[in-house]
């Protein structure tokens, strides 16, 4: 069964420094991978997603992710982190792309803290 | 295009009991899906639907079910309540393609049992 780990509960990173949340995922075939955040008492935005090709992927508000196959990784980083960035961040798989997309198994989240 | 919108967004019901959360998605968009989000559990899928149909389910029991109607809104109904179900309960809605499909959230409905 597909599985996704985040092995960091909570981060703390200054305002202006780099960041990154880790993700590992287990699948295997290429899986479909995904960011969401969610602000407290919010549902959940989507940052980026990964299907194919570029394995260097944009997203909004200034995330990037970088597809490792051969690590089994999704990492997602910002190069200057703002408060606004607080937020708790999950990494999801599309549990299986041949019978449908819409069955997401997310990770535990990385709960991100801003410090001034 | 207005986002997903989920009713009520906040419940409080008491073990027993039954309960109906409803979800409108995005304007053409034919698939939803529901989640549940605990601090134990984390986010647990817990079916889609597409077209009126049932689609995907997830791994609970038949007190969890769901329905979606001719117009792609969908409810999601909760028996014999434990308190074990207290979590945020959200709605995602998306195209329903096959492949490269992209869920929307909904900000969820906050059900507490007591």
């Known amino acids: 069964a597909q599985s996704v780990t985040q092995p960091d509960i909570h981060i703390t990173v200054s305002e202006g420094a780099s960041l990154e949340l880790r993700c590992n995922y287990s699948?295997?075939?290429?899986?479909?991978l995904f960011w969401y955040v969610q602000s407290p008492g919010q549902g959940l935005q989507l940052l980026l997603k990964y299907f194919s090709g570029d394995t260097l992927v944009q997203g909004i508000k200034g995330f990037e992710a970088e597809f490792k196959r051969s690590q089994s990784s999704f990492n997602l980083r910002k190069p200057s982190v703002h408060w606004s960035d607080a937020a708790e961040y999950f990494c999801a798989v599309a549990s299986d792309p041949n019978t449908g997309f819409q069955k997401l198994v997310f990770g535990t989240g990385t709960r991100l803290l801003v410090s001034p | 295009k207005a986002g997903v919108t989920q009713t009520p967004r906040y419940l409080i019901k008491t073990r027993g009991q039954q309960v109906t959360l409803s979800c409108s998605p995005i304007s053409g968009h034919r698939s939803v899906s529901w989640y549940q989000q605990t601090p134990g559990q984390g986010l647990q899928f817990l079916f889609e639907y597409f077209s009126e149909t049932q689609r995907n389910k997830g791994n609970f029991p038949g007190r969890f079910s769901g329905r979606q109607f001719s117009n792609s809104r969908s409810e999601m109904n909760v028996s014999t309540l434990e308190l074990g179900d207290s979590a945020l309960y959200l709605c995602?809605?998306?195209?329903?393609?096959?492949?490269?499909?992209?869920?929307?959230f909904g900000p969820g409905t906050r059900l507490t049992v007591l």
């Open positions: 995602a809605s998306s195209e329903g393609r096959p492949v490269g499909d992209e869920q929307f």
């Open positions: 699948y295997g075939a290429t899986p479909y």
